[in-house]
């Protein structure tokens, strides 16, 4: 008989070994990391340390291989609840953290503005505090990134930023975990980023460095990320070593590069600056020639919805592109994220190399 993992663990069941020995024995003991996120909000990965974001995608993997790929069942959110505000529409987001958080045992409660009018009848602080007295965690999808503020400042309960004008941290930690699958590792990678300097790009921007990655940025003239924003990434790139491109050709950015990533060039909000958009966007379509500059072992992300003009097919379904993979993992960090502040529970597979 082969010897292999799923063998090994089917002999070790029948003689009536442990789960957690069988863990031990073929993972090793886990390494342990002196975090602790119990209770913290989520608003941005740039309050989050390197150890952290660690954390966060060692717990995700964890969770992927313990209910994905062995079978397990973890109650880990039983009795627990979590409110979900949406005041944009999504697919990911929503089934990501709906069924995720079921999933584990737990409650979700889907909130759009059409079943609770936040800031309107309502004010921020007064749902704040009752949605405290009825649930567990708030995870709110807003345009306003000050709104999330607000809600953390008057919630006694962790809030979760499903998306604001500024950042898309959940989207980056499912970006992360999709390379570090890909690469078996995320120090010293190079991401090229290409299209409009929004959200998604802002939690890139606060957060490779402390994860060892460099990051090179083509945003059209007008439509760079936020100055603010910009100056804090610079400083974290200094400290941290790697190396910042900001420039407005795609061809520099992809030079050697990666990892290709874009993203929508029209926001839910933009409609009315849609001919103004794709007229500023024409030449950042990434495509084969695009590829050419980049690294042999180039890989392609979109955090989807996609349209054509952002990417053709030849790059987004090929091989090299990670986009589905990317999007399921959203369901395995947006998990982890929620395990992470709402219990003490720690990941019990050997912590991955960064």
Known sequence: MLFNRRNFVTIAKLAGTSKQLLRQFWYGTPAQMNVDLKGRDLLTLQNYTADELKYLL??????????????????????????????????????SAETGF????????????????????????????????????????????NDLHLMAKEAT?????????????????????????HYGGLKGLTIAWVGD???????????????????????????????RITKITEQNFKEYGTKLLLTTDPLEAADGANVLVTDTW?????EEEKEER??????????????????SNWT????????????????????????????????WTIMAVMVSLLTDYSPQLRKPTF
């Open 58 to 95: 060692w717990m995700a993997s964890d969770l992927k291989q313990r209910i994905k790929h062995e079978g397990e069942y973890l109650p880990l959110m039983q009795g627990k609840s979590l409110a979900m505000i949406f005041e944009k529409r999504s697919t990911r987001t929503r089934l």
């Open 102 to 145: 079921a999933l584990l045992g737990g409650h979700p409660s889907f909130l759009t503005t059409q079943d609770i009018h936040l800031g309107t009848n309502e004010s921020l602080t007064d749902t704040a505090r009752v949605l405290s007295s009825m649930t567990n965690a708030i995870l709110a999808r807003v345009y306003n990134h």
């Open 157 to 181: 309960i962790p809030i979760i930023n499903g998306l604001s004008d500024l950042y898309h941290p959940l989207q980056i930690l499912a970006d992360y975990l999709t390379l570090q699958e």
């Open 197 to 227: 300097g929004n959200n998604v790009l802002q939690s890139f921007m606060t957060s490779a460095a402390q994860l060892g990655m460099h990051l090179r940025i083509a945003t059209p003239r007008g439509f760079e990320p936020d100055l």
């Open 266 to 270: 029209i926001s839910m909000g933009q």
């Open 278 to 295: 794709l007229k500023a966007f024409q030449g950042y379509q990434i495509t084969m020639q695009t590829a050419k500059s980049a690294a």
């Open 300 to 331: 392609f992300l979109h955090c989807l919805p996609r349209k054509p003009e952002e990417v053709d097919d030849e790059v987004f379904y090929s091989p090299q592109s990670l986009v589905f993979q990317e999007a399921e993992n959203r369901k």
